[in-house]
């Protein structure tokens, strides 16, 4: 068990954020003598259960059976991003969503796919 640095919750050694805070869980933070608490399930929140301006997932939400939302990262007139983790390949991911108004917009489409093309030509050697 290891207690997060930034909030103070307790989680399994396992888990590489904090599903408390999505803080990442560093090597640097302290483990404990507690037991292990039960697994929460998280539910996807819905627009009428959460206010818009606070994004559309709350942290602890898993998408697709393979995306956890740890936080929003931002939002702009082309949607919501928002840091996951990949749940199986293991690793750190940025999810982009497109608000209603240009899912069915050609122009927004071809934009946000030609983002994404460019986004995958992007690598970053892991230290």
């Known amino acids: 068990m290891v207690t997060c640095s930034g909030c103070g919750a307790v989680s399994s050694e396992s888990v590489r954020f904090c599903s408390s805070c999505g803080r990442a869980i560093a090597i640097l933070d302290t483990p404990t003598l507690e037991p292990e608490r039960p697994a929460v399930v998280p539910t996807p929140v819905t627009p009428s259960s959460h206010p818009q301006r606070s994004g559309g997932f709350s942290p602890g939400t898993v998408l697709v059976e393979r995306y956890r939302i740890v936080a ?31 899912q069915h917009d050609a122009a927004a489409l071809a934009g946000f796919h030609a983002e994404v093309r460019n986004a995958r030509q992007v690598s970053h050697e892991r230290n």
């Open 72 to 102: 929003l990262l931002g939002r702009g007139g082309m949607g919501e991003v928002y840091r996951a983790e990949d749940l199986k390949l293991g690793n750190v991911v940025a999810l982009k969503f497109l608000p209603a108004s240009l």
